[in-house]
């Protein structure tokens, strides 16, 4: 599965890693991150999101 | 132009051409009881440049020291490593004064340029890495994306060793010494972490991975010369070493208790939360809101390990005291802390569950359910919250085994 950057603080989304700390899951693809998910780095929206 | 105001010489080619706001004391709702300056840098290369700029009212400052030293007409470049308007402000002004041959900023940085300034001048965004030939010097470039802004960026001038941090390893600090090692070291590890706590302290994990990368690159800094407070010159290792610590954000035996309160009733418990915490030998922070500065209360919030929360309740809310500090201290993102929430009403007292539900947005681990007095607490009721102060004090001891 494709990891993908914030393009604002540069952190990445690992989808085997998921985000556990907000509640999603390891394993869960970036398009299927919940509505409303933003950056745990820096609060930017998932638009801001390219694959690495 | 007046000519009181001088540039300080930091290596024969470097100079401060920076300005001092002696009087400021509210920087965007933190407190700055000392002071602080803008820090401007004036690099005599083959192509004369200067480093950030200075907020707009203190752009004839600035000015007056740079020609203390050249012509400002003959700065050839502008390099800005942060766009927020405490070291952008003067731009579009000493770019049309100077009529610089390029201004350099990060890609964001050129874009936020832009959006803060709309027919500004002209950017040369420059990439994570890139260098820029000075003629005799040369200029490296580091993107620090959001330390603190996503604009932000490190340049460092690689013959001199000298690292222009533009926020990173600043503070607010006011003084008429220009270097850290001529200023008591106290007031330098007290306004330099309450600085970190209040600015980039959300950001803590980028400080780190910031540091890791800068080891890798195998830099050596000579100095470190920040956007805001004094020049790192001796002591550039004691900084850095302090920036490992506060983004490990590793805490001590400490508590806040913070609270506001109408009729003393709340700070009755608030005592008798902190008693019960101090009897087991944490040390306690009481901060009652009529009198504290939440931007205080970040700073203790920067190794605290436990943060106890209490509000009276005023029409079905908590006071706005409160709700102010609290939503502060949820923005700074502060970590591995215990918690817990008090408080008392009169009928209906619904603050204490406001405080806890953002005690759990703030992932702080609640130590018990939140405590609530009616009125006025009785003896009972006091003895519950000193509990409250030793059981608190206990999972401290559990987390982190002092």
């Given at each position: 599965?494709?990891?993908?950057?914030?393009?604002?603080c540069?952190?990445v989304?690992?989808?085997?890693?998921?985000d556990?700390?907000?509640?999603?899951?390891?394993?869960?693809?970036?398009?299927?991150?919940?509505?409303?998910?933003?950056?745990?780095?820096?609060?930017?929206?998932?638009?801001?999101?390219?694959?690495? | 132009?007046?000519?009181?105001?001088?540039?300080?010489?930091?290596?024969?080619?470097?100079?401060?051409v920076?300005?001092?706001?002696?009087?400021?004391?509210?920087?965007?709702?933190?407190?700055?009881?000392?002071?602080?300056?803008?820090?401007?840098y004036l690099?005599?290369?083959?192509?004369?440049?200067?480093?950030?700029?200075?907020?707009?009212?203190?752009?004839?400052?600035?000015?007056?020291?740079?020609?203390?030293?050249?012509?400002?007409?003959?700065?050839?470049?502008?390099?800005?490593?942060?766009?927020?308007?405490?070291?952008?402000?003067?731009?579009?002004?000493?770019?049309?004064?100077?009529?610089?041959?390029?201004?350099?900023?990060?890609?964001?940085?050129?874009?936020?340029?832009?959006?803060i300034?709309?027919?500004?001048?002209?950017?040369?965004?420059?990439?994570?890495?890139?260098?820029?030939?000075?003629?005799?010097?040369?200029?490296?470039?580091?993107?620090?994306?959001?330390?603190?802004?996503?604009?932000?960026?490190?340049?460092y001038?690689?013959?001199?060793?000298?690292?222009?941090?533009?926020?990173?390893?600043?503070?607010?600090?006011?003084?008429?010494?220009?270097?850290?090692?001529?200023?008591?070291?106290?007031?330098?590890?007290y306004?330099?972490?309450?600085?970190?706590?209040?600015?980039?302290?959300?950001?803590?994990?980028?400080?780190?991975?910031?540091?890791?990368?800068?080891?890798?690159?195998?830099?050596?800094?000579?100095?470190?010369?920040?956007?805001?407070?004094?020049?790192?010159r001796?002591?550039?290792?004691?900084?850095?070493?302090?920036?490992?610590?506060?983004?490990?954000?590793?805490?001590?035996?400490?508590?806040?208790?913070?609270?506001?309160?109408?009729?003393?009733?709340?700070?009755?418990?608030?005592?008798?939360?902190?008693?019960?915490?101090?009897?087991?030998?944490?040390?306690?922070?009481?901060?009652g809101?009529?009198?504290?500065?939440?931007?205080?209360?970040?700073?203790?919030?920067?190794?605290?390990?436990?943060?106890?929360?209490?509000?009276?309740?005023?029409?079905?809310?908590?006071?706005?005291?409160?709700?102010?500090?609290?939503?502060?201290?949820?923005g700074?993102?502060?970590?591995?802390?215990?918690?817990?929430?008090?408080?008392?009403?009169?009928?209906?007292?619904?603050?204490?569950?406001?405080?806890?539900?953002?005690?759990?947005?703030?992932?702080?681990?609640?130590?018990?359910?939140?405590?609530?007095?009616k009125?006025?607490?009785?003896?009972?009721?006091?003895?519950?919250?000193?509990?409250?102060?030793k059981?608190?004090?206990?999972?401290?001891?559990?987390?982190?085994?002092?």
């Open positions: 599965m494709e990891k993908y950057v914030c393009g604002i540069g952190y989304y690992d989808p085997a890693v998921g556990p700390d907000n509640g999603v899951a390891a394993g869960t693809p970036f398009a299927k991150l919940p509505d409303g998910w933003v950056c745990p780095l820096c609060g930017a929206g998932k638009e801001e999101f390219s694959p690495e | 132009m007046s000519d009181e105001f001088k540039a300080v010489k930091l290596t024969d080619r470097v100079w401060w920076g300005a001092i706001d002696w009087n400021i004391r509210d920087f965007h709702g933190y407190t700055t009881k000392r002071g602080s300056t803008y820090n401007a690099i005599l290369a083959d192509k004369i440049t200067l480093v950030d700029t200075v907020k707009a009212p203190f752009m004839d400052e600035m000015m007056a020291r740079i020609a203390s030293v050249i012509d400002p007409a003959k700065i050839d470049y502008v390099i800005s490593n942060h766009s927020e308007l405490d070291h952008s402000g003067s731009l579009p002004k000493v770019f049309a004064a100077v009529k610089p041959e390029k201004v350099f900023a990060s890609a964001a940085g050129a874009k936020t340029l832009g959006e300034f709309h027919a500004g001048p002209a950017i040369t965004p420059v990439k994570d890495g890139e260098t820029l030939s000075l003629g005799n010097l040369t200029l490296q470039f580091l993107e620090t994306r959001m330390l603190h802004w996503p604009d932000s960026m490190f340049a001038l690689v013959e001199e060793k000298l690292l222009f941090s533009q926020d990173a390893f600043g503070m607010h600090l006011a003084t008429s010494e220009r270097f850290a090692d001529e200023i008591d070291p106290s007031i330098l590890r306004e330099a972490a309450t600085y970190y706590a209040n600015i980039l302290l959300p950001y803590s994990p980028l400080v780190s991975k910031l540091v890791d990368r800068v080891e890798k690159l195998g830099l050596a800094f000579a100095m470190i010369a920040p956007d805001h407070g004094p020049i790192w001796k002591d550039v290792a004691t900084i850095i070493d302090r920036y490992v610590r506060w983004a490990a954000r590793r805490p001590s035996k400490k508590a806040v208790v913070c609270y506001a309160t109408m009729w003393r009733s709340t700070e009755m418990m608030a005592r008798a939360i902190a008693e019960g915490l101090a009897a087991s030998g944490v040390s306690v922070q009481f901060m809101m009529d009198v504290h500065h939440r931007s205080d209360v970040a700073y203790e919030l920067l190794d605290a390990a436990a943060f106890i929360v209490g509000s009276s309740t005023l029409n079905n809310n908590m006071l706005p005291q409160m709700a102010d500090v609290m939503s502060y201290a949820k700074l993102r502060p970590a591995h802390l215990i918690g817990a929430a008090f408080g008392s009403y009169g009928w209906s007292g619904e603050s204490v569950r406001q405080l806890q539900d953002i005690l759990s947005e703030m992932k702080v681990e609640l130590v018990t359910d939140g405590i609530r007095a009125h006025v607490p009785d003896a009972s009721m006091l003895q519950t919250c000193y509990s409250l102060g059981l608190t004090a206990e999972k401290m001891q559990e987390k982190m085994r002092f």
